[in-house]
């Protein structure tokens, strides 16, 4: 085995290392990224001796890389140069490219033409590795040369950690861009001051940081206001500012009461000077904290590059160990020589470890994060192989990450808790680049204007937001967008937007317009927030005002509404009506003595302290109204009911008192002529009741006195008869007979309401058996066949409500029609009624006969078909009133009748 060149392999090994390290010291140190790519391009080159080192970055769109940075290529390519990233360019295979791409010699490649670049410059040989990830690359970093060579795989895997390192920079520059504009769009406070220093502006953020006792700052001199800020960088700042209208910007501490740091910037104009600033002081406070971390770190890499290096033997002895790293280890590096890996660390550290070892030793590289002794590490374990490729040996390079890793962390998590509190209160935030067009915004803004939130975050059209605004709020908000940014100041709208699921969302947006030195427009910066269910809310009770206030207006009562003095506030149009010309002025209770009234029932006048309204502020409540006769202004005297309530403040006084007037006037003339017409059909229907029950009573002596001689004629003379004169005789003696139950029935009728008994509890079961035995002679001629159900209990005079279904039973063996009489008596409860129905098989009734039924002395048929005085179903129905009931009925010809008899039911069944 060649050592010497063995030993050339492994210092160019750990020179590689070594470079790596020191590229992601930097990447801690350095700000500027742009320095950050420089420094990587220079030792790249210089590590691998190539002329040129490019990085390209993948421009928007994804066609082309531009020359980013890199060392070697003729004069102002880097910035301007671009390169096509199609599928047969060495830029555009790169980036599908999960390996290192090697190009021993570009003029005989095949997968790919060099780009003009490359051939500008004479390039032979080189490799090209992604930046980042092949599924989101920020572009390629490469090495090359105009001489023909053969790099090494650990030449390319050099090169893929270089790139590692920009890709870890570049993600955490992303990340702190991020979060920094956030801050900016929330947190930037703004005052002004005109050109004798006096401040003439500030909104509510710049009150919140620098004037927390609310003074009164506008008018008042800065310096007179802050003392302590002349002898800092606030006042050459801004002096230079003006002297110079030149834009500043710096931090710096104003001591107590603030106690804090600034970022400011300082925009002067010809008038005087805008001033953006922002609380820093915690920044400032994790910088300072972050520094001494650094210095610990920095001191530990300059010792020996940011760790440990350690070598070890195909048996996993260690051959070398070296490096402050130790110092932090409890472990000694003198030991570890000779001894087996497993035998130095020991637990999943220990595993960890091995299992690295062990792969770089079967030819892989490898890259773990480990803890140990309360540290992250970074370890890379690389194979070490000799001239034809064998492995016998690998280097393993430790370097402590706790801090930079620590830092990620805090800005990941920082940035998600500012996520997640605009998210959670609504709140979706913007930044406006007025001179390209286009608006940048978050998740939240994204889905109040239904835009794509990926593309919203990347940037889109301000054409798109205005358009996703309703139309009818369009020009409006055009308006205020247009003011702010006319005069660089404030701006406030709410509108409303269709949102991404369809929705009607009513928004405020609030935001300011930052203006460069020479006062042009550059950024728009503000924040929405979705108001929708304050709009509802404030759009409801205006509906309930305008509701009440045309209630108020069109009430068919007055009604006035007075103070807790007694002052009268409202008066509607009805309560001006009633009193003529409007009520009385008063301003106070003792007014009401210039009212005139007189009690309705007695005529006594009203006394001052007996109105309605001054017995409401006292704190009464009249349910039981007041009746006044009132004469207004016109001279027309009203009746009126008065009610009122007072209305009490949340401690219990009377904060309002309202009064209603409700005009009686026609309503008790009404009343009055309705009184006299109901006692003089009282008394006419009793005269009435009388001259039936007389003319009944009367009637009745002489039709005795006919039947009583008919009866004789017959007796005496029957013999002498021929058949003519006995047809006539029967005739006379059934006419007797009908005009007696005629009269009967009538004396029933007009009896109904004099002659019935007390109303008491009636149990209709006893009812209708007591009917059914007053027809069990007609019931057995006929051949009836009668069921009846389970009947309720009711309150009735229960020889009239016999009648009634007697009456009713009796129909239905009456008008059967030729078949043996089927009957049915059944009842159901319908609320708080009972409905009893007789329904039966017989003839059956004509529709429009129905109701004709019900009346007096109507009859459907000839006298000769079926018997009857017509009265029995009129006198059911006026029994059946009587009970507070109804009666009705159901039919068709040929299919039966139904009777239903509705009553009451008892209370408290």
Known sequence: MDTSATDGVLQVRIHQQEV????????LELDDLDELMHAASVAVAKTLGVEYCKVLELLPGGDEVTLRNGVGWREGLVGSATVPTDLDSQAGYTLISREPVVVDDLRTEVRFSGPELLRDHDVVSGISVVIGSVEEPWGVLGAHTTDSREFTEHDANFVQSVANVLASAVENERTQTELEEMYGRISDAFFSLDREWEFSHLNASAHDLINPSGRELVGTNIWEAFPDAVERKFES?????????????????????????????AYPSETGLSVYFRDVTDRKERERKLRQSERRYRTLAEQFPNGIVTMFDDDLRYTLAAGKGFDELPVDPDVLEGRHVRAVWKGEFGDSAEAICRAALEGEERTAELEYAGRTWQINVVPVADDRGTVFAGIAIARDVTERRARERDLRETKARLEAATEAGAVGTWVWNLTEGRMVADATFADLFDVDPAAAHEGVDD?????????????????????????CGTYEAEYRVRNADGDLRWVVSRGHVECNAEGDPETFLGAVTDITDRKRVEQSLQDHKDQFETLFEVLPVGVEVADADGRLLEVNETAIEIWGEGPPETDAIEDYSRHSGRWADTGEPVADDEWAMVRVLEGEALTEPHVYELEGGNGDKRIVLAHGMPVRDETGAVRRGVVTLTDVTERREYQRQLEETVSKLEASNERLEQFAYAASHDLQEPLRMVSSYLQLLENRYGDDFDSDAEEFLEFAVDGADRMRAMIEGLLAYSRVETRGDPFESVELDSVVAAAREQLRLQIEEERAEIAVESLPRVRGDAGQLRQVFQNLLSNALTYSGDEPPRVRVSAERAGAEWIVSVHDEGIGIEPDEQNRIFEVFERLHARDEYRGTGIGLA?????????????????????GSTFSVVLPATRGE
């Open 237 to 265: 700042k801004y002096r230079y500012a003006m002297d110079r209208q030149e834009t500043v910007a710096f931090e710096e501490y104003y001591p107590d009461p603030l106690d804090a740091w600034f970022e400011v910037r």
């Open 875 to 895: 006198l059911c129905q006026r029994i059946v009133e009587r009970h507070d009931g109804k009666i009705r009925v159901d039919s068709e010809p040929g299919e």
């Open 463 to 487: 054409g798109e937001i205005m358009s996703s605004i309703h139309a009818a709020d369009r020009e409006r908000v055009d308006e205020a967008v247009e003011e702010a940014i006319e005069t």
């Open 20 to 27: 790596v390290a020191d590229l992601g010291q930097k990447a």
